[in-house]
């Protein structure tokens, strides 16, 4: 019995220490930027994607992960082949080719067709006004999404100009996740 009480305990305790991402629309945080400036992170998933669900399993679910996303960034989720209405850069996006009834593959939404994206899951980051930076395809675990994460936080990514330098940034990197 003692040994029942202390294991719903650790489970309490572990729940509610757990760090959750705190996920937003690209709606919410585009206004969000206008009351304070930060970067956007945006997941993009698909419904269907293994890699993608294992981004949410092992890396979203880190830690040191999502308490970095919630502090520096506005962490974005958007399913590429979802049918809700963004506007972004004062375009209304869509996915006019939406089938509800459908099972696994929809058609792609135009937003993730403007952003370029070719490959779920892709990472995309913004700037602090909403301009786009960059995306980032395919799974990461957290060590390898943490260099991306500072690095576009940092600004870092600016001074990377060749294939050289990116190599010597990586080489010199000090991982803390």
């Given at each position: 019995m003692k040994n029942i009480f202390l294991l719903c305990l650790l489970?309490?305790?572990g729940s509610i220490t757990a760090q959750q991402v705190n996920w937003m629309t690209m709606e919410e945080a585009l206004a969000a930027q206008k009351e304070n400036p930060k970067k956007i992170f945006m997941d993009v998933y698909t419904t269907w994607c293994g890699p993608c669900k294992m981004l949410d399993k092992?890396?979203?679910s880190d830690k040191n992960v999502a308490e970095y996303l919630n502090k520096n960034y506005y962490?974005?989720?958007f399913n590429a082949e979802g049918n809700e209405?963004?506007?972004y850069q004062d375009f209304t996006y869509t996915n006019p080719n939406y089938q509800a009834e459908r099972k696994g593959r929809n058609s792609q939404h135009l937003l993730a067709h403007a952003l370029k994206v070719n490959a779920y899951p892709t990472v995309v980051f913004f700037r602090?006004?909403?301009d786009l930076i960059q995306g980032v395809?395919?799974?990461r675990t957290p060590q390898q999404l943490e260099i991306f994460l500072?690095?576009?936080y940092n600004d870092d990514y600016m001074k990377l100009t060749t294939p050289e330098a990116w190599e010597e940034y990586q080489k010199n990197f000090k991982y803390t996740f």
């Open positions: 489970l309490a305790f092992n890396t979203f962490p974005v989720k209405s963004i506007t602090e006004n909403g395809p395919g799974y500072k690095m576009i």
